[in-house]
């Protein structure tokens, strides 16, 4: 009779609310760590785009983004009221419930069926990033549905570009070679390096230069400071290039999904 009256306790305790509430809240920071991964993979896919690309509509996808992230992720708390009746400003509907239920951007798609469990998530636009987002061993996509790795969060795996050039074959490791999506610029085979020993300290890397005629030229510079990464760092390709085109002031919206992080990268969980 004792045993069992523990065990009924237990049960009790499991599913409190108290527990479940703690458990709905890292089900919404998980949704919201997932939406700003898909922020820096929009900005760079506007920043960066294929031959055929629609920046326009990337542009849009930016902005659609930045809504439900102010609605959805940037109050301090949810309330019991918020948490069940999300809606945008032009009444369509952001979920029944965040921490548990279906959330959608602001044109009605689906974004994720249930935050913080292994489901599909898909970008404004209808295409998808990733079939499988909880596992780290799936393919995840950029938004013009170009493969970006075969094996997201994983260890030397490569990387490309949206339109197709590599960007490293050693992801998620400090001194691999990563490149710039364009050919070299002496008139030699294979893409232009970044580095051959990117994200250590005092190691060299290639820095682009313009003459005031437009003219682009290169010189090697050292890496310091917020270009130190270490491994696991280097396992958000997507945070990595955002702080490589900030090194010529290109204007992105990614950081706005952190405020309170001073460092873009970061997997999700």
């Known amino acids: 009779m004792r ?5 009924a306790l237990s049960l009790l305790l499991s599913f409190s609310p108290a527990l479940f509430a703690r458990e709905g809240s890292a089900n919404v920071s998980s949704a919201c760590a997932t939406l700003e991964f898909m922020a ?13 690309d629609d920046v326009g509509e990337m542009n849009i996808m930016v902005d659609v983004l930045a809504e439900l992230n102010q609605l959805a992720c940037q109050p301090v708390i949810l309330t019991g009221y918020r948490r069940g009746n999300s809606f945008y400003g032009n009444g369509s509907l952001i979920s029944n419930d965040l921490y548990h239920k279906a959330w959608y951007f602001q ?7 249930e935050p913080g469990v292994d489901t599909t998530i898909y970008y404004p636009n209808g295409r998808i990033m990733a079939y499988h987002w ?27 570009y949206p339109d197709g050039n590599i960007i490293t074959y050693e992801a998620g490791y400090a001194g691999g070679r990563w490149f710039y999506p364009f050919q070299r610029l002496d008139g030699g085979v294979g893409q232009e390096v970044i580095s051959s020993n990117w994200g250590i300290e ?9 003459t005031n005629q437009g003219q682009l030229f290169t010189a090697r510079e050292r890496i310091r ?3 130190i990464f270490d491994d696991i760092d280097l396992l958000d390709v997507p945070g990595v290039l955002l702080i490589i085109t900030r090194l010529y002031q290109a204007a992105d919206m990614a950081k706005q999904f952190a405020p309170a992080d001073v460092n873009i990268t970061g997997a999700p969980f």
């Open 3 to 7: 045993y069992a009256r523990l065990l």
């Open 40 to 52: 820096k993979m929009v900005s760079l896919n506007a920043m960066l785009p294929a031959d055929f």
């Open 107 to 113: 044109n009605g798609q689906l974004f994720m069926a």
């Open 134 to 160: 909880m596992h780290g061993d799936q393919a995840l996509f950029w938004p013009n549905g170009a493969m970006a790795t075969n094996y997201f969060r994983a260890f030397d795996e490569t990387w490309y």
């Open 202 to 210: 005092d190691e060299g890397f290639t820095f682009l230069n313009f």
């Open 225 to 227: 400071r917020k270009l």
